[in-house]
C-alpha cells in the first residue's frame, strides 16, 4: 500500500486535527521500514483499529502496531515520560512487542506536572480550550531555553538542582495566574528517578538513526499530529497548538534536511471538525451538526470532548495544500455523508462583501467571513464495502472529483470506515 514513488513521506492533517492520520499511518506502515512521530506530545489521539482491536495512541508511532516498523519519538515531541510509559505498557499488556523497535529522541523535551499546571492556570484567562496536556508551557520553555530534555533527565547527577530552579520559577508563575495549586519538589524528584531509568536503554540521537535508515533505502514515514490549522504559524493564532504541525516541521522535528522528503499527504475528512475554541467558518448548527457528530462518532480521542462539526471547507484545504506543499490527499470518513441526500461543500468565502479565495491572517477577519456553498447531490447509500473507486456511487465519485478540483493536490486514498480493509487506493 505504501507508496512506492516515496522513500520519506511526511503524513500531516490538512484541517483542524483528528482527520483519520492514525489510520493513514498504520495502513502505509505495513510497507515502511521506520515511522517517526516529530511534533505536538499526549494532546494527540491517533486511533487505529486491527480487526476488533482499538487502539489510541498519544505519544507512540502510529506504525508500533507492524511488528517489523521500529518507531522513533522524534527531537520535535515534547515527552510526557509517565503517560508514554503507560502507553507502553498497556501495548504490552494487548500482546504488542516493541522492546528494541522504539526510540526516543534524547533531544526531545520533557513535559513536567508543573506544565500541566500552567497549561491549567493560563486556561483560566485565555481560554483556548487546550487539552490540558501541558503542551504550550513545555513549548514555552524549550523555547525561552529553560527547558528539561532527555538527554539532563537521564545523567546520573545536576537534576535536582534543575528541579529546584524550574519549580520555583513556576510556583511565581502559578501565583501570578492566581492558580490554586503549587507544584511539589519531591513529586518532581521521584518523577526523574523513575522515568530516567526506563528511558535510558532507548533514548538516542534519533536523527541519525533516520539518516542512516534513508542512507540504506529504507522507507521512513513521518506523522505529523494535529493539523495545519492549528500550526503556531499557519494556523488560526491564537487558537492554535504550540508546535508546526505543517511538513515544514518534519524536518526539524525528525531531525533531518528538508531535501531528505520527497512526499507529502494531507489527511482530510470528507467534511470538517475541530475540538476546543476559535473560528470554524463551515461549522453546522442545530440537527446538521447533531447527526454528523453521531454519524461520525465525533467525540475527542484524548479528552472525549464533542467535536465541534461541519461541511468540507475547500478553503480550508486549499490553503492546506499550499502551506504543507502537498503531493497527495488522503480522503477519509467518506462513509460518514452515505445518508445524505445532498452535500454542501464551502467553496470559498465572502468577507465584508467581498469574494475572498484565502484564509484570511486575522482571526477576527476568519470569525466574520461567510463561506460559499455549492450543494452537490449525496448517494444515499454505503461506501463502507468500497474497494476501488469502481465501486463507488457515480455520486460519491463526482463529490471526489469536485474536492480534489477545489483543492488543488490529487486524492491517493480514500477511506470508507475505520478498519484496516476499509481503503482505496487511486
Ligand atoms: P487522528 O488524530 O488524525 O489520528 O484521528 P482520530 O483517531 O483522532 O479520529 C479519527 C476517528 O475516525 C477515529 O475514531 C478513527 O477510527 C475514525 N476513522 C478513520 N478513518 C475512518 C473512515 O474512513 N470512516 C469512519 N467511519 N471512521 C474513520
Ligand atoms: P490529533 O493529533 C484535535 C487542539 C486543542 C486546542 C488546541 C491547543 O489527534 O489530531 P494544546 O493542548 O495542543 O495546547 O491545545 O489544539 N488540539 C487538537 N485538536 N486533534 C489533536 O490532535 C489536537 N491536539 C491539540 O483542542 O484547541
Ligand atoms: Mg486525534
Redesign the pocket.
Known sequence: MFDRKHNCLVVV?AQW???????LVDVLAESADCVVRYQGGAN????V?VGDR?F?LHQIP?GILHPNATCIVGNGVVLDPDTFFAELDELAAQGIEVSGRLRVSDRAHVVMPYHKLLDAASERTQQIGTTGRGIGPAYEAKIGRRGVRVADLCRADGMREIMVERIDRANQMLAMLGAPTRADLDEHLQLVERVAERLRPIKADTGLLVHQALRAGKRVLLEG?QGALLDVDHGTYPFVTSSNTTAGGAAIGAGIGPTDIDGVLG?VKAYTTRVGNGPLPTEARGEVEANLREL??EF??TTGRPRRCGWFDATVVRYSVRVNGLTGLAV?????LDSFASIPVGVRYRLDGEECDEVPSDVEALDRVEPVYETLPGWERSTEGARKLADLPPQARAYLDRLQDLAGAPIRYV????RRD?IIEC
Not at 17 to 23: H, L, N, R, S
Not at 44 to 47: E, P
Open positions: 492533517g486535527g483528528d482527520e483519520g492520520k492514525g489510520k494527540a489521539g491517533h486511533t483499529v482499538q489510541v502510529s499530529a489527511v461520525g462518532g475527542g480521542a477519509t470518513k467518506l462513509d460518514v477511506s470508507v470506515g475505520t476499509q
